[in-house]
């Protein structure tokens, strides 16, 4: 895994396995507090590898968990 990176701590993994960094609406929603059970919470992925419920690599991820030989690219312009 990586060592400590300048940047949000969490980036995005995207469906074809590329990685991003966050819009500021990304880490506002990052950084909210919710409770537990609340299903709008936030699924942040423990593992690069990791599938989502329906199958899809994509998801939010710590930066320090994505590989080192993983480019990290520049937040995606809406």
């Given at each position: 895994?990586?060592?400590?990176?300048?940047?949000?701590?969490?980036v995005y993994i995207?469906?074809?396995?590329?990685?991003?960094?966050?819009?500021?609406?990304?880490?506002?929603?990052?950084?909210?507090?919710?409770?537990?059970?609340?299903?709008?919470?936030?699924?942040?992925?423990?593992?690069?590898?990791?599938?989502?419920?329906?199958?899809?690599?994509?998801?939010?991820?710590?930066?320090?968990?994505?590989?080192?030989?993983?480019?990290?690219?520049?937040?995606?312009?809406?």
């Open positions: 895994m990586r060592s400590k990176e300048k940047g949000f701590e969490f995207e469906n074809d396995g590329t990685v991003r960094e966050l819009n500021e609406e990304e880490q506002g929603y990052l950084l909210e507090k919710f409770q537990p059970n609340d299903g709008a919470r936030p699924f942040v992925k423990t593992r690069y590898k990791q599938l989502t419920s329906d199958g899809k690599i994509s998801g939010f991820i710590l930066r320090v968990r994505v590989p080192k030989k993983i480019e990290i690219k520049e937040e995606r312009i809406l």
